[in-house]
């Protein structure tokens, strides 16, 4: 009788998340042999005739309303995978984001934790020096090829073998010799254990001071910190020392970067400071690499994690704070299947951990700078560098009526052939790859575009082809126009490949170094081109948005932007908020060792007001006097928006589509709707796009909408339409 008293006050309905898109999670029933699986433990269950998936515990129940449940398969997790501060998040994710629970869960979990077999998680090593270089130069003096492994180690450690292969093929093999002789070690990939936090030898300045001084007076409870600081005024300092501070007391500390490329530099900068034990998280890691990482920090195993955005969701034993650096950086949105704000995650990750929460930038955004100025967050401001540089000065290069050479003109060309007569180095920044904007006839205007797409086809001129940049399809080079058969069939505009073959043979003595996502595809390619600019030789850098961000070159003194006057004819009201911050991030390249930097803009509009705001004053007068016009017009941040996206391959049926939605939306006085109305690009991968766009003064009645919208929707699409909801959208396109 006692045994069967135990049972029915035992839950037997479990409810469980899983990732389909129909029902946050579904019912069932957990057998009388199976222990209790906790909260947040994956689990496997039966879905449809044959299927078994993985799903996740999100709570037990006494009683289903459905009848006949079908029972549990196994439980894989004896301890919860996910805390209730984790699983808190994803819940209120998915509710914000209007995204099903079960698939907000999955798109978060590691792919390693998404497989219903369980098997224990492969563990792979990365190799780090262990003595100094002194000591290593003497045990090989006669072996050269091993000192050098061990010298690139010295550098650029914790590293794996095979990222080394440009430096000798047969790396792995001289990593295990140079361990046998005790002068390297290996370590669990993504993890390193730090125990020499060096004295960095300064003191801080007055700002910084301030700022960590604010930042500790509010640990252990939920604040948001603006940390805005110009470029090398400190800002990593100030989280490094608040990071020690938390490690002190046992906390743990995650700190998110924008993009991978970012993450090996913050990571370097960090361990070298503290000692414990850290981890790095992004997509570039194995799927077991990154479920060891959660797997550590779940457990406490780990003090610091640095990661890209979807390391918000990891689960932290105890979490002292996030550290969201370059939080304007469009990066943290997915833009893709969940889209979410990994920066206002990490803000409502805060509320949830109660603990602070530090966004950190130069340029902040403006739905972030709108917080400060109204005082929702803490505003801490850095406004001088550390080392008393002068910001960069500014030249406008007006490209109307001037002599060009591959997309830079004469003026230009002098500039560049001056700083690197100086020894010093250049970059050339714009924000388009291949070798010509478009292809054109002279004769008829005939302009080549992607069949699939709307859009132009670029030139790449080693491949001799054409490649539309947005569903990759490539098509021959055309001799004769197709429209009028004239050979007047020429490329317009420059990319990175032309722009880098003009300064090539125009500065032939000097190494031209590319980044951009033909040239620079793989981590070893990075770090080749990286090791060059580093080594400190004069040179030109040619690159793409990938080298906008936090990257440090110290030898740096003149940055030209070419390319930016499509912004002035965009239809997004944020495009000149992101040209600010992309012209700032980039000029703050400049000059942040000795020499004193130099911005040449090259466009059309020197005389822009936006030119003269920004450079004449400085950011923070430029973003409050754009804040003002927003708040005039009601665009975000003062409102609140979504859009709805939509795509088929008949434009009319999916214009009805999305009129039928509009129609069905009640009318509410604090909800405009515009649209349907084409995407900026009407048709992607041969798909029409269009959006219906909502704004609101008030955030509740929006989400009331879609969520009605939603479910009255899900029920109702014979067309089978893909459609999507995108909560404060970042982008249009
Ligand atoms: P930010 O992240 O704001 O661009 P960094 O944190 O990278 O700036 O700092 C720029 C440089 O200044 C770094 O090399 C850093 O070591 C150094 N630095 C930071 N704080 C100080 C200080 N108080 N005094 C001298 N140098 C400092
Ligand atoms: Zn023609
Ligand atoms: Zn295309």
Known sequence: MIHGMQKTTRPHVVQVALKVPFAPYLDYQLPDEFDLPSVGARVVVPLGKSKQLVGMVVSLASSSKYQQLKPLTAILDSEPLLNEAALQLLKQAAKYYQINLGEMIFTALPAWYRKTDNKPIPIHYWWQVQASLEAARTALVNAPKQLEVFEYLYQHGPIQSKSMAHINPAAAKICRQLQDKHLITSSELSFLATDHACDPGFTLTNDQANALTQIENHQDQFKVHLLDGVTGSGKTEVYIRFISKLLGKQQQALVLVPEIGLTPQLFQEISQRINGQMAILHSGLSAGARARVWHHAARGLVDVVVSTRSGIFTPFKNLGAVLVDEEHDLSYKQQEGTRYSARDLAVLRGKIEKIPVILGSATPSFETLNHAINGKYHWLKLRSRTNHNPMPSLMLQNTQSKQFNKGLTTQTLGAIESHLAENNQVLVFLNRRGWSHKLMCHECSWVAECDDCDAYLTFHQHLNLLKCHHCNRRYSLPEFCPQCGSQKVETMGAGTEKIAAGLSERFSQHQIVRFDRDSVNTPAAWQKNLDIVRAGKPCVIVGTQMLSKGHD?????????????????????????????????????????????????????????????????????????????????????????????????????????????????????????????????????????????????????????????????????????????????????
Do not use: C
């Open 553 to 733: 070159f110290p030898l740096l003194s003149l940055v030209v932007v070419v390319n930016v006057d499509n912004s002035f004819y965009s239809s997004d009201f944020r495009a000149t908020e992101y040209l600010a911050q992309l012209l700032i991030q980039v000029s703050g390249r400049a000059g942040r060792a000795k020499t004193k930097g130099e911005v040449i803009i090259q466009t059309q509009f020197p005389e822009h007001e936006f030119f003269q705001t920004l450079f004449k004053h400085n950011y923070q007068t430029f973003a409050q006097q754009q804040l003002e016009e927003r708040d005039a017009m009601r665009f975000p941040p003062y409102t609140y928006m979504a859009i709805i996206r939509a795509q088929h391959r008949n434009e009319s049926v999916l214009d009805q589509f999305l009129h039928n939605m509009a129609n069905g939306l009640e009318q509410h006085e604090d909800i405009s709707v515009l649209g349907p109305l084409p995407a900026p690009m009407q048709k992607r991968q041969k798909l029409y796009r269009m959006q219906l766009i909502l704004n609101s003064n008030d955030r509740k009645s929006l989400h009331q909408m879609i969520h009605q919208l939603k479910q009255r929707n899900e029920a109702s699409n014979e067309q089978n339409i893909q459609w999507f909801i995108d909560i404060d959208p970042v982008s249009f396109d």
